[in-house]
């Protein structure tokens, strides 16, 4: 039988092209939830209007949308790689979906490189919108990109990693009320509108620690104070990373 015969070709696709498949799939699905866009795109961007025009929080000397924007962002990065990653992925992997992906051809390890790939490209929406529209609240941002593309880097990764391990141990209704527990207490307590220096003494070095802090402080000391890089802000964010991923790595259940 002469070649060419067979229209198209049978057999798996070449790696990069099912991870670029896959993450396009993932990305579209996450476009067309509404729930997820609520959760990602519309909530970031309202709190952002409303504590940016209403002077609800104490946020220090300055204008308000210079400390807002940066804690905005960082529960912008928050809501998708943890909160939406961990419910998405939670009801995929109750209804079976992940163990069907994980018969396919696509290896394990790169269908998680098209949900990070997936996560990636919302953010870089979200970060585009925040940005927009804390420019017409009058932002005036300071401080190196590359700081600030490296925190959020940091800080995806160990969402990322958080996200998948809740995922990957609790059952589906346990993870999304989990999920959007821990959003509201971190939204709260984690430095995005409230400074941590409100709260008592006691608990400012414990709130510090959390990822959500760490990358609120650090965007915050790049893009409202011209700070160098924040190492330790980043330091926190790196070993909440390896600790996530390598917690998602061992525990993670795909059925």
């Known amino acids: 039988m002469s070649a060419g015969t067979y229209t198209p070709r049978p057999g798996a696709a070449p ?5 670029a498949a896959q993450a396009a799939l993932e990305t579209r699905m996450l476009l067309r939830n509404g729930e997820q866009l609520l959760l990602t795109v519309v909530i970031p961007a309202l709190l952002l209007v409303l504590f940016s025009a209403v002077d609800v929080v104490d946020t220090g000397a300055g204008e308000a949308v210079d400390f807002l924007t940066p804690g ?9 790689a943890f909160t939406g990653q961990a419910i998405a992925t939670g009801f995929e992997r109750r209804y079976g979906v992940l163990k069907r992906l994980g018969a396919s051809p696509l290896p394990r390890w790169g269908l998680m490189t ?18 927009v529209i804390a420019f017409a609240l009058g932002w005036s941002p300071q401080g190196n990109p590359f700081s600030v593309l490296l925190l959020l880097v940091l800080g995806t990764v160990a969402f990322s990693g958080l ?26 307590g984690g430095g995005v509108v409230v400074p941590l220096d409100r709260f008592p003494e006691a608990a400012q070095s414990a709130l510090g620690l959390l990822p959500i802090s760490a990358l609120s402080d650090g965007l915050r000391d790049v893009l409202q104070h ?23 790595a061992r525990f993670f259940r795909w059925e």
Request: aromatic share 4%; hydrophobic share 70%.
């Open 15 to 19: 790696l990069h092209r099912m991870i």
């Open 72 to 80: 905005i962002l960082a529960l912008a990065v928050m809501s998708t």
């Open 114 to 131: 098209a949900k990070t790939l997936s996560v990636l490209v919302t953010e870089v929406l979200q970060v585009v919108l925040l940005t």
């Open 163 to 188: 996200g998948l391990l809740m995922a990957g141990t609790l059952k589906a209704e346990a993870t999304l009320a989990a999920a959007n527990l821990v959003f509201l207490l971190l939204l709260v």
């Open 226 to 248: 011209g700070a160098a890089m924040p190492w330790g802000d980043a330091a926190v964010l790196a070993v909440w990373a390896v600790l996530g991923l390598g917690a998602a």
